[in-house]
């Protein structure tokens, strides 16, 4: 993704909407008129130049009703949590990114935007918290101790549909019921600091953890998908693994937000990686996003050689992917994980794990770009013949006013470009798959049967076949390929 700029996004705006909360030709000066000893002057008269709309953030602070700290600002907003820093200054530090924006309007347009690209305005002194309580409730404070006589202002209000943010004491609850908040972010670094190579880390730290995508795990019983309409609100009874079906974009009549172009290279590897074992396997995807065409092109797709609980390898193996994307100019788009032997469907869990990572691609630049998800079934019955299923999917937010129900899982139409060949990058790859799996225990066996009449390893170069290059030259090296799997397994 295209590096961090050092300015905070949108920063013409954002001063604009800093600028609207203060009264038209109320300067510093004005804001605090002083006496001639050179003390401040007393509240009462401090209150008569500042209307409610003219209180900023620099005010609650110079009366000391805010601290400047880190941490100390929050917003809610459709079960995201998104943490800040108050400067002494007035400014709110995004830790997430490290942007800066001059005003609560500002920071809560930006994150709200993240998750719902059509919400037009933020609510910003309704929305952002400071310590747990809303600043318009800090806001209304300063005006009953400067204005005693002043009738009370009214609430700011959220726009209509607005849902009402979740408080922090809910947080526990919010994680009992499934809905956990993003985790707490790491200290920001300065955005000058914050490389391609940096980025790409946003949503490859995750893996192989709680809040990851889904590790190593076995295929238990069947699972029966539901239907996405018959969820309703978030339900902590509910299995997390539950597989739901995917909505088409006509079927809400909305058209498709984002063009998708995915190599065949990309869905060859990916789907011999998920062949390979019994257990979910996850990778991730490079590519890049034109803004101008809002074409998302997947190039390379990248495979975890990890297993579920070794934090030391994973994160190796994640710093090897930021290395390759970073050499090779790509960017980081999605991400893919095996359902081995069931539909290709996404399970609560992924909805969440999903959404979560569209947060965090979007919230690492100044515009929106997409993150798409693969899975892949490689040996579900259900699936016609011998070629895997594989299902891209994006999820969409759940309406303002139904804020806790599930994301809506979105069927993502693609189009797959076959390539001229294949590269030494795959190869490689598939080599190094091939002896990372080596005497696992939940090793595919090959040699044994999957149907009546073939074995598993003729089901994977079934499957293959479909996804192979123009170029068949290689036939022999993919052969070779296969021999060392019947020894390996």
């Known amino acids: 993704m295209a590096a961090l700029a050092a300015a905070s996004p949108g920063g013409d705006e954002c001063l604009e909407e800093d600028e609207d909360e203060l009264e038209p030709g109320l300067d510093e000066a004005e804001a605090e008129p002083e006496t001639g000893s050179g003390t401040k002057a007393a509240g009462g008269t401090r209150g008569a130049v500042l209307t409610r709309r003219g209180i900023t953030l620099r005010v609650l602070l110079r009366d000391g009703l805010l601290e400047p700290a880190r941490g100390v600002l929050s917003i809610y907003y459709l079960g995201k949590k998104f943490v800040g820093d108050l400067g002494a200054d007035g400014t709110i530090t995004w830790q997430e990114t490290g942007q800066v924006f001059n005003s609560p309007s500002a920071w809560a347009t930006h994150c709200k935007r993240l998750v719902n690209p059509a919400k037009k305005s933020g609510c910003g002194w309704a929305s952002v918290r400071y310590k747990g ?42 994680t009992r019921e499934g809905r956990a908040p993003v985790p707490e972010p790491t200290a920001p670094k300065k955005p000058e600091e914050r490389s391609k190579k940096q980025q790409c880390k946003n949503l490859a730290e995750p893996a192989g953890t709680d809040h990851g995508p889904p590790g190593k795990r076995l295929e238990s019983k069947p699972r029966v998908p539901v239907r996405y309409c018959t969820l309703g609100t978030r339900d902590s009874a509910r299995n997390p693994q ?69 934090a030391e390898a994973a994160g190796a193996v994640e710093e090897e992917i930021c290395q390759s994307l970073f050499l090779r100019g790509l960017s980081l788009v999605g991400w893919y994980h095996s359902h081995p032997f069931g539909p290709a469907l996404p399970s609560l869990h992924d909805i969440d794990a999903q959404m979560d990572y569209q947060l965090k691609l979007q919230g690492s630049g100044n515009g929106f770009q997409p993150c798409l998800a693969l899975i892949c079934g490689p040996y579900y019955h259900g699936n016609p013949g011998v070629e895997s299923k594989i299902a891209p999917f994006w999820v969409m937010p759940p309406p303002e006013q139904r804020p806790n129900d599930y994301g809506i899982p979105m069927d993502v139409e693609v189009a797959y470009i076959q390539d001229g060949f294949l590269t030494n990058d ?12 080596k005497g696992a225990p939940d090793l595919v066996k090959f040699q044994e049967l999957w149907s009546q009449d073939q074995t598993y390893l003729d089901k994977l170069k079934g499957s293959l076949a479909s996804r192979t290059p123009k170029d068949q030259s290689f036939t022999h090296i993919l052969e070779q390929i296969y021999s060392l799997l019947k020894l390996s397994s």
């Open 426 to 437: 795959v190869l490689q790859e598939m080599t190094l798959l091939v002896e990372f799996y």
């Open 133 to 174: 309580q809303k600043l318009d409730q800090y806001k209304a404070a300063w005006l009953r101790k400067h204005q005693p006589n002043a009738p009370p202002a009214e609430e700011s209000l959220a726009s209509e549909g607005e849902e009402e943010e979740m408080p922090e004491d809910e947080e526990e609850e919010a």
């Open 242 to 310: 539950t597989l739901v079906e995917v909505t088409s974009f006509a079927a809400i009549n909305k058209f498709q937000p984002f063009n998708v172009a995915i190599s065949s290279n990309v869905l060859l590897l990916l789907d011999f990686h998920s062949h390979l074992t019994r257990s979910e396997v996850v990778g991730y995807l490079g590519g890049r996003w034109d803004t101008n065409t809002q074409l998302l092109t997947v190039l390379r797709a990248f495979p975890c050689r990890t297993r579920l609980g070794d």
